[in-house]
């Protein structure tokens, strides 16, 4: 049902030739992921190169490799159970940003403002070094003195990480992000199983997996970026529609089979009534043959003949019948598989017509 519903969301999409490809994958990772999970702990990642099929997803996060200065090369590839320190401190000595000024009598009082300045760089390293962590990350830059201070320590270090990427590192691995090196304390580290670096296409990456919050990350393959950020866009709908799924397990028919079953309900309701009422719910019932019609429309179908033998089907008897664009006839759309959950459709339908009435009654007050 999962996979029926989530192929049924991409199959208007850029990727609907590997539908069913990246449905199994969404499904897999909701089922990893369960019921209530969080969005934010599921990332993509776009690496040019390859093809789509080329696509997977790993259970952990993974990150860009950051930019690295001399002694990097030194530091391990491959740590297990590692302490994660996250930062928000710039770890480099360089000069300031805006103008500044020091008035100095002695040639002496320079050579012991260059030695507080490296003291001070010092005892924040020291600081990291004493906390335990053999991981240190940092939103801000970690310049070389501190790059090769770590690499002696067997620490792994990198700066200049994305926020998004610290946010969902803090997340995953329990860490939280300091801003002060004064402020340091083991409480505040994170933990995984296994932080390892490794090649993808052209490009490294640093992997951290078995975090203690479930984390998943979505690696797609392709050949130029425009498909990649449209398959991240396509992914995300897949996504969507999955965890409504995973939470209330009821489908409806696709198609255009729902909006006929109600409009067949209604229109067989409003002939009970007499007046305005009936003259309404008629309207409101046509307007849900929009959705058929416009399925036909964008197939290059006839929609009038299409739409025409919906209504006397659906009239006739209880069925889901909907528009087959591939063939263009109609189809049970229950039987093949093309399903999309309730919520979705209960949510539409409320708040097109909660927003008619607003409008109706705007235009009833002017």
Known sequence: MLISCCATSLNSKLISGKRHIFSEMIVDIGLFMGSEFDLNMISVKGILGGNLTDSFFLKGIIIKKPFSYAGYEKQK??????????????????TEKDQSETKITKIGDFKVMIDVEWSIMYEKLDKISQSGAKVVFSKKSIGDLATQYFSEREII??????????????????????SSCFSINPEYCGKCKILEEKQI?????????????????????????????????????????M???????KIVGG?????MKISSKINK?????????????????????IIPKTLCENAGI?????????????????????????????????????????????????????????LSTIGSSL
Not at 219 to 238: A, F, M
Request: hydrophobic share 40%.
């Open 77 to 94: 590839k491959k740590v297990y159970y590692p302490i994660i320190l996250l930062l928000d401190i710039e770890l480099e000595i360089k």
């Open 157 to 178: 270090c990198g700066g200049r990480i994305f926020t998004d990427d610290l946010s969902r590192i803090s997340k995953g691995t329990g860490a939280q992000i300091i």
């Open 201 to 241: 296409g052209n490009e490294r990456f640093i992997v951290l997996a078995g975090c203690p919050t479930e984390a998943v990350t979505i690696v797609i393959r392709g050949g130029n970026r425009k498909l990649l950020d449209e398959t991240k866009r396509c992914l995300n709908d897949g996504i969507m529609v």
């Open 243 to 249: 965890k409504r799924v995973i939470k209330n397990r």
């Open 255 to 259: 198609a255009g089979s729902i909006e």
């Open 269 to 289: 309701y409003a002939r009970n009534l007499l007046g305005a009422e009936r003259l309404i719910l008629s309207k409101f019932a046509k307007s849900f043959e």
């Open 302 to 358: 006839d929609f009038l003949s299409i739409v025409s033998c919906l209504k006397s089907k659906h009239c006739e008897n209880d069925c889901w019948l909907g528009v087959d664009i591939e063939k263009g006839a109609i189809f049970d759309t229950i039987e093949n598989f093309i399903w999309e959950p309730i919520n979705v459709k209960i949510n539409s339908i409320q708040a097109a017509t909660e927003v008619v009435s607003i």
